[in-house]
T-cell receptor
Framework: EAQVTQNPRYLITVTGKKLTVTCSQN?????MSWYRQDPGLGLRQIYY???????DKGDVPEGYKVSRKEKRNFPLILESPSPNQTSLYFC?????????????FGPGTRLTVT | SQQGEEDPQALSIQEGENATMNCSYK?????LQWYRQNSGRGLVHLIL???NEREKHSGRLRVTLDTSKKSSSLLITASRAADTASYFC????????????WGLGTSLAVNP
């Protein structure tokens, strides 16, 4: 089954404790992206990757890191989480083509930083 | 950065009625996409319409695109309680086909 998986689905942590949210897709997509979703602010892109070893900042990259060592995986790293990073996080992937770039989303990771 | 603006922000209808949501955007696009999100879950792609298309159908969904007005509408016919969700439009802009610019969504409630 074609899918994007994220882990963990729920995470409560404390300020400053490094964490990683994993994302994996099995559709051989070149493009992967991380979003955060907050009430009233919609979906905001954190980082994206157009292919292996190619990553770039989105609209709200501060406080986050990513890596793309393999095509299928795109982990999101919070080196020192703060309460303002409490949010619902989504990973998404798509083909890197001009004709259609519909994105496939993971189920989301709800992060609470206390 | 947000480009799409959905209208209305919230919509409540009875089962069997039609639901219409609108999306306006600011810059030239390659395509416009609609997604659905059930509460707290991942977004699901519904339909994509390219800039050279004016109308597209998929099951009970009908999407129109007016590039002169920079607007799109999503019509859900014969709505069901299971259509209750938030609906988002996203534009893929000319010059950057992979980044999607998202609207804030329309929250649709279909009452049984």
């Amino acid at each position: 089954e074609a899918q994007v998986t994220q882990n963990p689905r729920y995470l409560i942590t404390v300020t400053g404790k490094k964490l990683t949210v994993t994302c994996s897709q099995n559709m051989n997509h070149e493009y992967m992206s991380w979003y955060r979703q907050d009430p009233g602010l919609g979906l905001r892109q954190i980082y994206y990757s157009m292919n292996v070893e190619v990553t770039d900042k989105g609209d709200v990259p501060e406080g986050y890191k990513v890596s793309r060592k393999e095509k299928r995986n795109f982990p999101l790293i919070l080196e020192s989480p703060s309460p303002n990073q409490t949010s619902l996080y989504f990973c998404a992937s798509s083909f890197y083509r001009t004709t259609s770039n519909e994105q496939y989303f993971g189920p989301g990771t709800r992060l609470t930083v206390t | 950065s947000q480009q799409g603006e959905e209208d209305p922000q919230a919509l409540s209808i009875q089962e069997g009625e039609n639901a219409t949501m609108n999306c306006s955007y600011k810059t030239s696009i390659n395509n416009l996409q609609w997604y659905r999100q059930n509460s707290g879950r991942g977004l699901v792609h519904l339909i994509l319409i390219r800039s050279n298309e004016r109308e597209k159908h998929s099951g009970r969904l009908r999407v129109t695109l007016d590039t002169s007005k920079k607007s799109s509408s999503l019509l859900i016919t014969a709505s069901r309680a299971a259509d209750t969700a938030s609906y988002f439009c996203a534009t893929s802009n000319a010059g950057n086909n992979r980044k999607l610019i998202w609207g804030l969504g329309t929250s649709l409630a279909v009452n049984p």
